[in-house]
């Protein structure tokens, strides 16, 4: 199978021995960090992404901040939904490891026994960053790029395959996009419900900041009607 790396006959594995061939030729700390940065710190990097997101709803407050809390929500259960979906893909699909069939690869972690197809780490990341964007386009774009880097990793440390990272990709996308409206419908009362309460609504504004439908019970705030009246006056 290595030859047809080097034939070029098989693209999935020539780009497989290309991206990890840069692991080979890394110094041995570059190896050490892409390895923590591709196992547990990008996933890391995305909770606190969407811990900053949402810190940023709140301080905006706003009539949409309990949609967009909702959103935030629905990206990590959106995560764990596409990782139980992978569940039974894997094991249809059965591909092992590609250190297991290809030789002179460089594999930066150990201990990875499970299929291949797909990548639970491209997965995860996707399906956050995709939720971000549906929340908050900024953040969402930061969130891609951080799962486009995830990707990239997996394949550099030698335990996925290009298409596995991109099946991944694929499969976070689509539970998030084709189940959003449903999660949308079902979360968004519930956070509007929270943002209603006493305490609890600190969840979804801070404070100071006004519920919907409610700008004008801050002291100093006036709404744009208030304000026409006065120049009507």
């Known amino acids: 199978m290595a030859q047809l790396a080097e034939s070029g006959s098989n693209p999935d594995v020539d780009l ?14 570059v190896d050490r960090i ?3 940065v591709g196992e547990w710190g990008l996933l890391l990097a995305m909770v606190l992404l969407v811990l900053w997101c949402w810190s940023s709803v709140r301080r905006r407050g706003g009539a949409d901040a309990a949609a967009t809390v909702a959103a935030l929500v629905w990206a990590p259960l959106a995560a764990g939904i596409a990782l139980l979906v992978n569940v039974p893909i894997r094991g249809f699909v059965e591909r092992p490891r590609p250190f297991v069939d290809h030789q002179g690869l460089a594999v930066l972690v150990s201990g990875k026994t499970g299929f291949s197809f797909v990548s639970d780490h491209a997965t995860i990341t996707m399906a956050v960053g995709v939720g971000l964007f549906v929340a908050h386009r900024k953040f969402g774009l ?6 486009l880097l995830e990707g990239f990793c997996r394949v550099f440390m030698g335990v996925h395959y290009p298409t596995d990272v991109i099946g991944g990709f694929a499969l976070g996308t689509a539970v998030v996009l084709l189940l959003s409206p449903l ?9 509007k419900a929270v943002e209603g309460a006493p305490r609890a609504g600190r969840l979804i504004r801070a404070r100071g900041t006004a519920p919907a439908g409610q700008e004008a019970l801050i002291p100093g705030a006036r709404t744009e009607h208030t304000e026409e009246r006065d120049l009507a006056a």
């Open 142 to 147: 930061a969130g891609i790029a951080l799962a």
């Open 16 to 29: 497989l021995y290309d991206i990890n061939g840069l692991a080979k030729h890394a110094p041995h700390r």
């Open 183 to 191: 999660a949308t419908a079902l979360l968004t009362p519930v956070m």
């Open 34 to 36: 892409m390895e923590f």
